[in-house]
Each structure stands twice: as C-alpha cells, then as structure tokens.
C-alpha cells in the first residue's frame, strides 16, 4: 500500500469515492455520527472520528494527537526533493516547536494589525468587482472575486510583485488538489511535486534577496525574525513557512467567499438585502457557512499512546481523520444542525480548528470574506445562482465549487 503522504488525508474513504458525493457528505457524516462515531477504516489504514466533542477533544489534546506525521507507525520519509519542506512548518510540529515557529508569524496575522490594511483589501476586491461587473449581468463569484482576490492578498502580505500571482495561484492549487479520473495518480503526483519544485526555487530566491534587503513585507519577517528560543528560521523552515501561507491560505478562502455567495442564494434570497450595509449581521452570516459548508472538512492527527475514545481504543501510532465537517453539522451540539441560520448565536463551530493548531489566518479570512461579500453588495442585487450544474472542488476534504455563476442587478 502506498504512502499516506504527509498530511495522512490522501486516502478518501469509501463513501466519497464518487466526486459528486462531495457536495453533500452530510447524509454519510450523520449516518456515521449514529453508527459509528469513531471507526478504524482498514482501507486507508485510519481512524475516522465524526461528533463534535471527540473532534475538539483531539484537537484539544495535542499531546495524545501530534500533528507530526513522522509518528504514524506507517509514516514513510519523503523521497522526492522539496517533498519534505511543509512537514518543517507549524503545521506539523508540536509544541513547543510549534509555538517557535508560530511566533514568527503571528503579529501579522492579528486582527488589529490587519485592519490598518482593511482600506487596502476594499480596494483590491473593489477593483476585481469593477472588472466582474461590467453591465452584464452575470458573473462567475469563483474566477472573477473569490479565485483571485486572496491570492493577491497573500501575495501583497508577502511581498511578492503582481506580475508572478498567477503563476502562485496555480502552484497552490496543485499542492492542496487532488488527482481527476481523467489525470492518474502518477501523473498528477509528478506534476504536483513539479508545482512543488518550482514554488521552491522562486521562494528560494526571495528569500536570499530579502536576507540581504529586508524591506516592510511578510517575506522579510520571516528571514528575519528571531524565535523565542533566540534562533532564525533555517533555510527550509522559512521556505516551507512561505509554501504553507500559500497553500493553507488560498483555496480555503476561495471556497469561503463562494460557499457563502452559494448558501445566501439558495437559502434566502432576502438576505442579500439584509445583510447590505449591516457588518454584524455579515460577520454572523460568515461564521454560519463556516459552520454550514466548512472549506476544511477534515484534519489529521497521529496517537501518541493507546488511548480509549467513543468506544474504541485507538492504538499509539495510528493515524486518525478528525472531521471537521461532521463535528460542526452535530445535533448534539447545534440546534437545528442542518439550517442554516445566518443569525445562529453562539456558534462555536470548528471550522478552523481548535486548540494548538487553531487557523493562524482566521482573522485574515474572515475580513478577506466581509471584505469580498461587502463589496460585491455594494455593487450587485438580486443575485441569483445561474443554471448550472455545480461541481464540487478537486479535493475530499475541501468543501466548495469549482465555478459559481450568478446573475445579478446591478445597482
Ligand atoms: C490552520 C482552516 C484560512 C493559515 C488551520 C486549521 C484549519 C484551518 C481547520 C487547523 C489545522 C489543524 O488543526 O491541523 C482554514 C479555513 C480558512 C483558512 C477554513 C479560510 C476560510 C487561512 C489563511 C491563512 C491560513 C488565510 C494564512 C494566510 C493557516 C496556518 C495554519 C492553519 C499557518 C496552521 C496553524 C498552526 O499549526 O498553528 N486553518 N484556514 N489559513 N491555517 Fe487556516
């Protein structure tokens, strides 16, 4: 059997075979939760956990959860260059690496240091919105707003010129994808770990140039900055930071922008109107397709000891599949957990994770979605999903459309 890859979520299970399933796991995700709420699936050699207490608690427990790949009992080394580098990020160290590494980072992503950039990001999706909105009537929110507008974002963060986005948007979404019918395995493994290769050596690059030249971008931050034990980043650890913003940050965005345009028409063609002009009301609406259609639908986690959860003891080494998705559609937890409910309160959903390893771009994602939606009623009413069949993103485990036409008034 092959690898599991360093992020353990490579296998998809047996129920979300089918691609089209991948817009509505819901049905298998509740059946789970009644039936068995924590399962070994042999196939994938991996523990699935489905109902919101179990996934928080795993998420909570860091020391019986690791991150770390490397402590599956089948974890293998990557082999291929570059494979290896994003297993050298925050994403996948436990503390108190973890927390080294998270430092570095961490004052850019806060929210009061973004919103001296708010103005700048309005600005940014006003400009996309002026191109999109051209009198026609009908715009793709995917390619035209959602696609593009946080890949920019990153990207100005960073400090990496307009003129090599595009070339970003596709490493990143190469790395996060997963093989089509059509592709193969192999073929798409070779070109993932080409994306992989060349993301590198432009990173590479910048890196040694802004060792020399620091200047007021993210990328400086990172050579830069010292961690709390005193040290640099080394080399590969600022690298794979770099690779990590990009991958963890784009698609998930993209799919929040465009899940939430999707479920405020399907659901309630009012709310548009609603919601324009009420940033209270946007931000709630926000945080309820988090919980509604998650982008992330699952993490992964290795036991570091034996440990007992709903029933079923979970042996040191074995990887386990904590659903996001699942946990935040719980009736146990949440009222009414298959509406959505723009106004749900509270809603602590676990849409970006919890604990440890807590999205460290929640903030960003969040004034990124209120930023997009806000301007795009600004400019837009009535907008209605045009007839199209709607095909759900490359991957299992990130939960969006591919392409979301609309059409609309323009105001
Ligand atoms: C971690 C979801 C946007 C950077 C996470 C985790 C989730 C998540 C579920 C937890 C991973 C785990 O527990 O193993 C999302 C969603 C987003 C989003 C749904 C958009 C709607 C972003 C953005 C960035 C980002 C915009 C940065 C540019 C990260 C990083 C981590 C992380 C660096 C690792 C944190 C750590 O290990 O301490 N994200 N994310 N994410 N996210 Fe996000």
Known sequence: MSSAGPRGLQGVPEAL?????WLDPFDWYRRMREEAPVRYDPERRTWDVFRYEDVKRALDDDETFSVDPSRADDFEEPTEPGEGLILDTMLFEDPPRHDELRGVVDDWFQPRTLADRESHFRALAGELLDDAVDGGGELDVVADLAYPFPVTVIAELLGIPPSDRDRFKRWSDTLVAAASDDEGAERFTERQQRSQMEMGQYFLEAIEERRENPR??????????????????????????????????????????????????????????????????????VEEVLRY?????????????????????????????????????????????DAFRPDRSPNQHLGFGHGTHYCLGAPLARLEAEVALSELLDRVEGVRLAETTLQPTRSAFVYGVESLPVRYDER
Do not use: K, Y
């Open 17 to 21: 075979q089918d691609r089209e399933s």
């Open 216 to 285: 007021d971008d993210l990328l400086s931050v990172i050579v830069t900055e010292e961690t709390d034990a005193g040290e640099r980043l080394s080399h590969e650890e600022a690298l794979g930071t770099c690779m990590l913003l990009l991958v963890a940050g784009n698609i998930t965005t993209t799919n929040l922008i465009a899940n939430a345009v999707r479920t405020f028409a399907e659901e309630d063609a009012d709310l548009f109107e609603r919601l324009r002009g009420d940033d209270r009301a946007l931000t709630r609406a």
């Open 293 to 337: 259609r998650s982008p992330v639908q699952a993490m992964s986690r290795v036991a570091t000891e034996d440990v007992r959860m709903g029933g079923e003891t979970i042996a040191a080494g074995d990887r386990v599949v904590v659903w996001l998705g699942s946990a935040n559609r719980d009736e146990r937890r949440f009222d009414d957990a």
